[in-house]
């Protein structure tokens, strides 16, 4: 069992920048498949971002390509979310998913990872 927790999120306004943090504490994220999904009040839930942890692989949805930069620390512990230029469309609850054996075509898909974290708010807005 894995317990995901995400921090950083925040009231800001439009062109700003927000980073969110999501780790698993007292245990290393190594191995794992981490991404970022979001869902805004009446919309279904949408892919942001991932990482793979054999490779480092990076993976983004469209609406934030260009904008949004997913990472990972060196001690295997946090994976961050950089979001520049936010947008009012970006207002959403955030949440940090994980899992271990999810294959490259199954990544932008919620419904296949086991650990999921609470959530953190992001709301941008003038």
């Known amino acids: 069992q894995l317990h995901v927790v995400e921090s950083g999120g925040g009231l800001v306004q439009p062109g700003d920048s927000l980073r969110l943090s999501c780790t698993a504490p007292?245990?290393?994220?190594?191995?794992?498949?981490v991404a970022w999904f979001r869902q805004a009040p009446g919309k279904e839930r949408e892919f942001v971002a991932a990482?793979?942890?054999?490779?480092?692989?990076?993976y983004y949805g469209d609406s934030v390509k260009g904008r949004f930069t997913i990472s990972r620390d060196n001690a295997k512990t946090t994976v961050y979310l950089q979001m520049n230029s936010l947008k009012p469309e970006d207002t959403a609850l955030y949440s940090c998913?994980?899992?271990?054996?999810?294959?490259?075509?199954?990544?932008?898909?919620?419904?296949?990872?086991?650990?999921w974290g609470q959530g953190t708010q992001v709301t941008v807005s003038s």
């Open positions: 998913a994980a899992d271990s054996r999810l294959i490259a075509g199954l990544i932008r898909n919620g419904d296949h990872y086991d650990y």
């Open positions: 007292g245990r290393t994220l190594y191995g794992y498949t």
């Open positions: 990482i793979r942890w054999n490779g480092g692989i990076l």
